[in-house]
């Protein structure tokens, strides 16, 4: 009996010593707090000392990004409208963290210095959640301060004007025959006027098109205008009209013009991700059942299809059974917190575990990840959701370990990207290597997700809970629903909502605890704090971090390739497809593979053309000749299966280089005019090689150089493979194309750099300036086997053949002649003969030493 009490007594010590192990003290959250402080005037002032009025800070160079004086990267560059970006995207974070001296000086400096009629092509989606969302919730921030009387008794709702002023320049970017918004718009000219430079475009993101009701609603709601809110239901309206039927999904990429998904694959993350999160969140700020019905429809299929917990893998909108890809992006972070908001926290916190994990072994979070947890793109640009997921988490939960989490990502962020200037993205987060950017939604979210994680209600300024957050974490008065009536009209069509919803799902839909109410902690584990924890811990050890690594099972899936060419094999790699053969995989119980959703094997079923010989790639080359290179430098590349055949070309293809823009090619071309005759430059990836030959054909390009996209890959370690291309006919391509690696392409983007006009060759490698033709080789298959002296194998065919003998003193080769009738059929002659010092010299075509021709080469 005493030794019973001895272990419960333990047992509870052990317990509690687990419990406080996880708690923290007001005291460490009041350090943790002042050090989210300490980071966020580091990254602040620096933007403010080195870059304002630019639209970001250069962390690595200590200045600003101002458009146009620096290299263009293609859409990323998209949401800088030189309209100081970060500052306005920083205001309602600066009364989240009580500055609120900061933040007056800093409205009077965006009401004083930014312009919004810039004639600069921005991202509609980008403006819409950082700049007007950003002038929004720091006019709603600043209101409230002038109605307490104690500051801003100056402000006469400039902010709000300005973010009208914004509305009604975004507004063009929705004159499309189906109400879905162009991706981008000139700030100035709208979009289909002749300089507006854009208006081309025929595609965009759902997350785009559906990522626009709570700002314009809310611009709506407080300017009296009921245009906004119009568009973006208008919007919102199509996006849930062409859903597919079946599986109440959508696609990623679709046509603005005629309402066609251009892309098929259906997730939760990039390229759909805010969608999602503006349904739930349109409901809750506007009190629209509708939003909150086309959610919980959306919801069902998530997780039906995508859900496979603790993973969120993307699949086929049309055969939703079916995953399209082994890998993850980061955006998926931000869902958990959704999941919180709809009271669903089991998959949340299974979802979150897995992110942690993925976070302890990378540092970060990768921009993408393999379902074996492993680095697809090692990107790190200090994206916010994983920090969001885990504020939303605490709340819900109260459970301190989510607090330990926030600690870790606090201390990660000042060990791996913090800089004397800021804090800087993660290029690798294999390597730790810095980029020379700071997004200003790491100013925007980052820490007011942090700061509001360590702190208690009583030590904010504003009551939290009074707002709904963006998908920017821009603050909005959940009040508007009821002291702002909608505008007259704005209401979405009950009959068509409902007759869009009777088609999918029938009356007798089965509902959960959380369809139409919020989440409680009180119903969801009632006097249970260690219901979180319970969930965790069978995620605890998913990447093999803190115990040996043990696979999961996989199940079978067949995937047809209709190629015999390197690229579908390269293109299943970029997908994070691990490729293995079946045969080195362990034998293993396959009972339950079927229902197991993880890791999948997959088998290549391939259709190989028979060929006389095996299609060799002929190495091309890109030669730079202009000074001070002259011919010099030669970088080793690969060839196309379609458009010019620079073989036959006798001097090859000259020209000056020029990069393309958008740099992947895969979107209109912005430098037709610079790339008129001339070379351009295009990085591999987000579309196929042929798509971008076609763009850069159009806009007058005489030949492409594709840059790999891969970090660190060259020619040296990696086969060269021939460019194939998309699947349809590519005789309309007729420029000269060739594939540079990655480290052979910072040689030519460096030399461009440096000297800006750079002149190339391009041409097959045996033909390049200065290169002294050489014999081909003439290669043979020779078979060998180990026999004992003057032994023949059996059946073995009869011709000439090599036969090695071994002896002690010397190494001799010998030729015999086993078969007389087969001479004349051979067409070239060897012979080797042992020398004095044992060296075997090759013997003249017409030598008389052996009779005989060449090895049979059909053994």
Sequence with gaps: MMMLKTLLITSL?????????QSMTSEEKTVIRDQIIEMFDHAYGSYMKYAYPADELMPLSCRGRVRGLEPNRGDIDDSLGKFSLTLIDTLDTLVVLNKLDEFEDAVRKAVKDVRLDNDVVVSVFETNIRVLGGLLGAHVMADLLRQRGDRMQWYQDELLHMAKELGHRLLPAFNTTSGLPYPKVNLRYGVLNPLSRTGTESDTCTACAGTMILEFAAL?????ESVFEEHARKAMDVLWDRRQRGSDLVGTVINIHNGEWVRRDSGVGAGIDSYYEYLMKA?????????????????SAIMKYISQPPLLLNVHMHNPTVSVRSWMDSLLAFFPGLQVLRGDLKPAIETHEMLYQVTKQHKFLPEAFTTEFRVHWGQHLLRPEFAESTYYLYKA???????????????????YARVPCGFAAVQDV???????????????????YLYLLFSEKSQLPIDIDDYIFTTEAHLLPVSLSTTKPPCKGNITVRALA????????PVSQEEDLFTHSCPSTETLFPNNPSFAKTIRDSYKYLTGVGRAFRPLPVREIELPLHDNGMEPVEFLKSMGISLTPLNELAAGDTGNLKEHKGVYRVKLVAEVSQTAEEEEVVPHVVQLISPPFLGRTVLTAGPAKFGMDLSKQEHGVKGSIVKASPYTACGPIDNTVELKGRI????????????KARRLQEAGAIGVIFIDHREGSNSEETPLFQMVGDGDSTEDITLALVFLFSREGAVLTAALEEHHNVDVLLLPKERQLGHDKTEKHVGMNIKLRLAEEGELE?????????????EKDEVLLQEEELGEERQSQQQQKFCAKATENDRTEPCSADSSQTPNSGPNTNP
């Design 794 to 806: 059996e059946g073995a065919a009869r011709g000439p053949t090599l036969e090695f003998v071994l």
């Design 220 to 224: 709506s709601r407080m300017s009296g």
């Design 680 to 691: 351009a430059l295009a990085l591999r990836g987000d579309c196929m090689f042929a798509a």
């Design 397 to 415: 939960t109260g459970d301190p370990y989510y607090l330990r989490v926030g600690q870790s990502i606090v201390e990660k962020l000042n060990a």
């Design 13 to 21: 010590l052990g317990w509690v010593k687990c419990q406080e192990s």
């Design 283 to 299: 409901y809750i700020l506007l009190g629209d059942n509708v939003f909150l019905e086309r959610f919980n429809i959306h919801y």
């Design 498 to 505: 409902s007759s869009l919803t009777q088609e999918t799902v």
């Design 430 to 448: 294999r390597t730790g290597a810095h980029e020379d950017r700071m997004d200003s939604f790491f100013l925007a979210e980052m820490f007011k």
